[in-house]
């Protein structure tokens, strides 16, 4: 076949969507590893002060942070993080793909200030009263710029993720304009300030349990200094960085996201302020559990409506608003020598131009319709949506429940078919692929509709 498009088999996740796979998995990493480079900050900051005041006993709290970060972030941030690779490789594999392609080196770099920062953390820990204070602080401020470094280099890669921010790029391809995009600096600072705020959260874990009255008092009022700090500066951060937003992000803010979103974020930020002045002012009143409390208050209620948010609003693309999610090439980058796969779509279809169609439905008859419409919309839109009623944008609840061929069919052709919907997929298939990828959404809501009928009909029996 001469004209093929150069895409994988589809990965669908029934019942939840493949999203929400990433999404779990990546909320569990990101607290991990945002812990651990604030904590990396923490143990400089608190050992230089050790060091400085000539407080040895401050060191205690340190090793005892310190074996509590190598469970929970470097065995936990260790699992999740393949875990990540695995989860976007089958699911997005063209957006990886676009991805290392332009970041190869930067990714290199990235794993060799994770292996200094490895070996840091395990000789900070081991090597507490071992050696020089001096020089173990040596050791623990290179463990914290190596930490903090990691974290620098993936967010040059997630933000151009959001968009290259200029045209330049797609000219050049090259990897600085790739990688110091308009919304780089600001979502570096945005995620030094939560590293901050988290480190301070789940270290009153750990200071809560130090028995020297004088060193628990000291260590938990620099906590909330710290976390204190790294909200406010979040809220700075934050401000700046939607202003470095793409257009179709902030239509999704404003239009798309959960209505709880919002009032549920600010009132996590509410709840951290009053906890963080509270523990400043009253130390001694800091207990385990309550700490526990508000780090999990911080990764459920804050973190995972964080990251979702902003993987929603980075639709309909998964990387540089090239590689749409659904991994069709969206635009031609000369730079890359890349071609747009929309042409090619638009003139033969998804059935007749995808290298991995069973042979059973490169021809369309009466008999196996819906199997084609299901084929071409899982590969067109189950990379972002469940095609149940429940997971990660259900397309039954996207068309609300609507069993008309003909209207999904005019919405195919009209909106998405030329792009009207800016945070849609431009997605120009041939009129006869629309009308089967139309009755299979219907019967999608057709399905649905028996189900709850049936549910209906039992209950009230």
């Not at 028995?211 to 809220?235: C, H, P, Q, W, Y």
Request: one cysteine or more; a positive charge; hydrophobic letters at 50%.
């Amino acid at each position: 076949m001469l004209d093929t498009l150069g895409l994988y088999p589809t990965w669908y996740v029934p019942t939840i969507g493949t999203a929400w796979v990433m999404g779990i998995i990546g909320t569990i990493h990101v607290l991990a590893s945002h812990t651990s480079v604030g904590a990396s900050w923490l143990f400089a900051l608190i050992e230089t002060k050790s060091v400085t005041e000539n407080k040895p006993e401050l060191m205690e709290y340190i090793k005892k942070y310190g074996v509590f970060l190598l469970v929970f972030s470097y065995i936990i941030g260790s699992i999740t993080g393949p875990g990540i690779w695995y989860a976007i490789t089958v699911a997005s594999p063209r957006g990886v793909g676009g991805l290392i392609h332009n970041f190869v080196w930067v990714w290199a770099a990235e794993w060799v200030y994770f292996t200094v920062e490895v070996i840091g953390v395990y000789a900070l820990v081991y090597l507490i009263g071992k050696i020089d204070p001096r020089t173990h602080l040596k050791l623990t401020w290179v463990f914290a710029l190596a930490s903090w470094a990691t974290m620098l280099l993936i967010v040059g890669i997630l933000s151009f993720m959001m968009w290259p921010g200029n045209k330049s790029w797609y000219d050049t391809g090259s990897t600085l304009d790739a990688f110091f995009n308009l919304n780089f600096f600001a979502h570096l600072g945005l995620r030094t300030a939560f590293m901050f705020a988290i480190a301070g959260a789940v270290g009153g874990i750990l200071a809560a349990t130090m028995k020297d009255k004088n060193v628990r008092i000291e260590i938990t009022r620099f906590l909330s200094k710290m976390g204190l700090a790294g909200v406010f500066l979040g809220m700075i951060m934050w401000m700046w960085y939607v202003q470095t937003l793409p257009s179709n992000a902030k239509i999704i803010m404003q239009t798309q996201l959960p209505g709880y979103i919002a009032p549920t974020l600010f009132a996590v930020l509410g709840a951290t302020l009053v906890y963080f002045s509270w523990t400043a002012w009253k130390p001694m009143q800091l207990k385990q559990g309550f700490a526990i409390a508000m780090t999990a208050i911080i990764a459920i209620a804050g973190l995972w409506p964080e990251e979702r948010s902003r993987e929603s609003i980075r639709k309909p693309y998964v990387a540089g608003q090239y590689i749409y999610s659904n991994q069709t090439i969206a635009r031609d980058v000369p730079g890359k020598q890349i071609k747009s796969n929309l042409p090619l779509i638009a003139e033969k279809g998804i059935l007749a131009t995808h290298p991995f169609v069973p042979e059973s439905l490169r021809h369309v008859t009466a008999a196996n319709r819906l199997q084609a419409g299901e084929f071409i919309t899982k590969v067109m839109c189950a990379n972002c949506h469940s095609m149940g009623a429940t997971g990660l944008r259900p397309m039954i609840q996207k068309l609300h429940g609507s069993t008309d061929v003909a209207q999904i069919k005019a919405y195919l052709s009209g909106a998405l078919y030329n792009g009207l919907v800016p945070y849609m997929p431009r997605i120009p298939l041939p009129d006869k692929e629309q009308e089967l990828v139309a009755e299979y959404l219907a019967s999608l809501s057709q399905k649905s509709s028996h189900l709850q009928t049936i549910a209906l009909a039992t209950k009230g029996e």
